[in-house]
C-alpha cells in the first residue's frame, strides 16, 4: 500500500503530465488554425476534444466496473490493466522522443491540420483532436484506476492530488491560451518521455 505523500503525488503528476500534453495539443491545433485564418474549423476542434472527455469518463466507468470485480478476475484484470499501461507510456515515450524537438512537433502537427483541411472535411479536425485528447484521457484513467486500487479505501490522498492538478492545469491552460506562456516544448517532451 502506497503512502498517503506518495499516493498524491503520483495522482498530481500523472493528471498534471496527462492533461498538459492535452492542453498543449489543443494550443498547437488552435494556434494553427488561427494563424491560418481557419476560424470556421474551431467548432469541429472542440467537438473533438469535448467528445474525447466524456468518452474518457465512460472509460473511466467501465474500468470502475472492470476493477470492482472480486477475487482471481480481479487480480487478472489490474495486471492486464498495468501491462497495458505499461506498453502504452513506453510507446507514447517513444513516440514523444520522437516529435521531442518544437519544430518537429509543429511540423507534425501543421501536416495533420493541412491534410485535413486540404481534404475540406472538417470532421477530420474533430478525429485529429479527439484522437489526440482520449489518447490523454485513456492514459489518465489506466493510470488512475491502477492507483485506486492500491490505496484502497483510503481514497483522499487520490482525490486531493486529482483536484490540485485539476487547479494548477486550469491556470497553466489560461496562461498558455492567452498566449502569455510559453513552454519549452522540447524540454518538456524529453522530460515526460524520460
Same mark, same amino acid.
Given at each position: ?51 474525447? *472527455? $466524456? *468518452? ?6 467501465? $474500468? ?44 507534425? /502537427? ?64 489560461? /496562461? ?10 522540447? /524540454? ?7
Amino acid at each position: 500500500r502506497l503512502p498517503p505523500s506518495a499516493t498524491f503525488l503520483s495522482a498530481l503528476v500523472i493528471f498534471l503530465r496527462e492533461g498538459l500534453e492535452a492542453i498543449l495539443v489543443l494550443a498547437a491545433i488552435f494556434a494553427l488554425l488561427i494563424k491560418g485564418e481557419r476560424r470556421d474549423a474551431l467548432p469541429y476542434v472542440h467537438a473533438g476534444w469535448i467528445a474525447a *472527455l $466524456a *468518452l474518457g469518463g465512460i472509460t473511466w466507468l467501465v $474500468a470502475s466496473y472492470v476493477v470492482a470485480m472480486s477475487g482471481p478476475t480481479r487480480e487478472v484484470t489490474e495486471g492486464v490493466t498495468a501491462l497495458v499501461a505499461a506498453a502504452i507510456l513506453l510507446y507514447v515515450g517513444f513516440w514523444m522522443h520522437e516529435k521531442a524537438y518544437a519544430d518537429r512537433w509543429r511540423t507534425f /502537427l501543421h501536416a495533420q491540420l493541412q491534410e485535413a483541411l486540404s481534404a475540406r472535411t472538417m470532421w477530420a479536425l474533430a478525429l485529429v483532436s479527439f484522437l489526440a485528447i482520449y489518447r490523454e484521457a485513456f492514459e489518465t484513467v489506466l493510470f488512475y484506476q491502477a492507483l485506486w486500487v492500491q490505496v484502497a479505501p483510503d481514497y483522499a490522498p487520490v482525490l486531493g492530488g486529482l483536484i490540485s492538478a485539476a487547479v494548477a492545469l486550469a491556470i497553466l491552460g489560461w /496562461l498558455i491560451f492567452r498566449g502569455s506562456l510559453r513552454l519549452p516544448l522540447g /524540454l518538456f517532451f524529453g522530460v515526460t518521455s524520460l
